[in-house]
Antibody, heavy 117, light 110 residues
């Protein structure tokens, strides 16, 4: 069964840092673009970042450029999101999603990040 | 990178058909045939229902269909069933390896 499982969310103060992880299983992880998509409480989905199969290309939504870094380790079938200089508006459930070429065809259950003092 | 526009809510009775619109611009929906739709039940992860404007992934009911005209894409659900009650979000490629989602539409089955 193809699965994605996020971890690493929690409560962090404004200006703080957090690193999210996404563990993949059941499919050839290294063959796929991977992405992070977030959803603020009561709001719609927002694409955050995507990374190419070999990690050579990375793309970000403007609001997180310079603060967030997406990475992956194909040997560990895992993807990561390093989040620095966190702001209240970054509070959201962060989903790991497979794909970024045509759509996002497989999603994890999400991990909640709360930025608050 | 402005969000696509969807109605906040739509409703229909069991057996009826409903259509949810998703309006973008010539920089996203109007240029690329890379519109997808996602179903999300409360507290659950999104599920892909339509991709490439009108294609259905394996396992998705034929009651779900998608289309596009100009800058507006649409999701139609026919033969509404109680389990269709959920939030539906559209997504479009916006060029330069970026993506934009709609604000989501809450579907209520009366």
């Amino acid at each position: 069964e193809e699965q994605l499982e996020e971890s690493g969310g929690g409560l962090v103060q404004p200006g703080g840092s957090l690193k999210l992880s996404c563990a993949a299983s059941g499919f050839a992880f290294s063959n796929y673009w991977m992405s992070w998509v977030r959803q603020a409480p009561g709001k719609g989905l927002e694409w955050v970042a995507s990374i190419k199969q070999d990690g050579s290309e990375k793309y970000y939504v403007d609001s997180v450029k310079g603060r967030f870094t997406i990475s992956r380790d194909n040997a560990k079938t895992s993807m990561y999101l390093q989040m620095n200089s966190l702001r209240a508006e970054d509070t959201a459930v962060y989903y790991c999603a497979r794909g970024a070429e045509r759509c996002f065809d497989n999603w994890g259950q999400g991990t909640l990040v709360t930025v608050s003092s | 990178q402005s969000a696509l526009t969807q109605p906040a809510s739509v409703s229909g009775s069991p057996g009826q058909s409903i259509t949810i619109s998703c309006t973008g611009t010539s920089r996203d929906v109007g240029t690329y045939d890379l519109v997808s739709w996602y179903q999300q039940h409360p507290g659950k992860a999104p599920k892909l229902m339509i991709y490439d404007v009108s294609k259905r992934p394996s396992g998705v009911s034929g009651r779900f269909s998608g289309s596009k005209s100009g800058n507006t894409a649409s999701l139609t659900i026919s033969g509404l069933q109680a389990e269709d009650e959920a939030d539906y979000s559209c997504c479009s490629y916006a060029g330069s390896r970026t993506w934009v989602f709609g604000g989501g539409t809450k579907l209520t089955v009366l």
